[in-house]
């Protein structure tokens, strides 16, 4: 999959700011949503489109989807998150507890990395249908990432140390270290979303809407 196409067209004078303006509320809660949502409208644009950057308009339904987004994000972290919380519990109580508050610890940060995998194509999958419950359905989501799984895990492990790279900007003083991390945060997060909607479009799990359709609209014109 060639991704240079999109990297130079994100970075045309004319649509270059559209990602920015996400990239510099992507730190701050409640204004990140529309970093989020932005990026599903974003996702939802490539479904139909090799390239593509949307416009900012309908500021409220970017701003609610980036919200459910969230609701995804925490419902698929549910087990790490569970686990961070017990362990550092454990880790107030004493000697005894603390060892296994720690032990839990690390094991929340294993479980993050395993529940975040499938948080990709979950993303797709919200950004394509629309539908909060059609990005829990973890077994369609499983079947689909099996479909493209090396160049899926390439991509995962791309992101992470993409991600990885951009938290160190954060050791730069002051608010210019916190405004460069937050940008280049979300520019790697909008070429994961280019990277993973394409990929997303060549499984099956993409061609359930179309296939719905169909089915719907033969129906209707066989109805007088």
Same mark, same amino acid.
């Given at each position: 999959?060639?991704?240079?196409?999109?990297?130079?067209?994100?970075?045309?004078?004319?649509?270059?700011? *559209?990602?920015? $303006?996400?990239?510099?509320?992507m $730190?701050?809660?409640?204004?990140?949503?529309?970093?989020?949502g932005?990026? +599903?409208k974003?996702?939802?644009?490539?479904?139909?489109?090799?390239?593509?950057?949307?416009?900012w308009? *309908?500021?409220y339904?970017?701003?609610?989807?980036?919200?459910?987004?969230?609701?995804?994000?925490?419902l698929y972290?549910a087990v790490?998150?569970?686990?961070?919380?017990?362990?550092?519990?454990?880790?107030?109580?004493g000697?005894?507890?603390?060892?296994?508050?720690?032990?839990?610890?690390?094991?929340?940060?294993?479980?993050?990395?395993?529940?975040?995998?499938f948080?990709?194509f979950a993303?797709?999958?919200?950004?394509?249908?629309?539908?909060?419950?059609?990005?829990?359905?973890?077994?369609?989501?499983q079947?689909?990432?099996?479909?493209?799984?090396?160049?899926?895990?390439?991509?995962?492990?791309?992101?992470?140390?993409?991600?990885?790279?951009?938290?160190?900007?954060?050791?730069?003083?002051?608010?210019?270290?916190?405004?460069?991390?937050?940008?280049?945060?979300?520019?790697?997060?909008?070429?994961?979303?280019?990277?993973?909607?394409?990929?997303?479009?060549?499984?099956?799990? +993409?061609?359930?809407?179309?296939?719905?359709?169909?089915?719907?609209?033969?129906?209707?014109?066989?109805?007088?």
């Open positions: 999959m060639d991704i240079v196409p999109f990297i130079q067209f994100t970075f045309n004078t004319q649509y270059m700011l *559209r990602w920015v $303006y996400g990239g510099i509320v $730190y701050i809660p409640i204004l990140n949503f529309f970093s989020l932005y990026l +599903s974003t996702s939802r644009l490539l479904m139909i489109s090799n390239i593509g950057l949307p416009t308009e *309908r500021k339904d970017i701003w609610m989807d980036g919200l459910k987004l969230l609701f995804i994000f925490i972290e790490p998150f569970f686990l961070f919380s017990c362990g550092f519990f454990l880790t107030t109580l000697t005894i507890p603390a060892f296994f508050g720690h032990i839990m610890i690390k094991l929340s940060y294993i479980a993050l990395l395993i529940f975040s995998y948080i990709p993303f797709a999958t919200f950004s394509e249908q629309m539908d909060f419950k059609k990005a829990l359905e973890f077994d369609k989501i079947k689909a990432i099996r479909e493209v799984l090396i160049p899926y895990l390439g991509g995962y492990i791309g992101t992470l140390f993409l991600l990885y790279i951009c938290k160190w900007f954060l050791r730069i003083p002051y608010l210019i270290g916190f405004l460069f991390s937050s940008v280049l945060t979300y520019y790697a997060l909008l070429l994961s979303t280019y990277y993973f909607t394409q990929l997303f479009r060549q499984t099956s799990l +993409s061609m359930e809407k179309t296939e719905e359709e169909t089915v719907y609209q033969d129906r209707s014109s066989s109805n007088p």
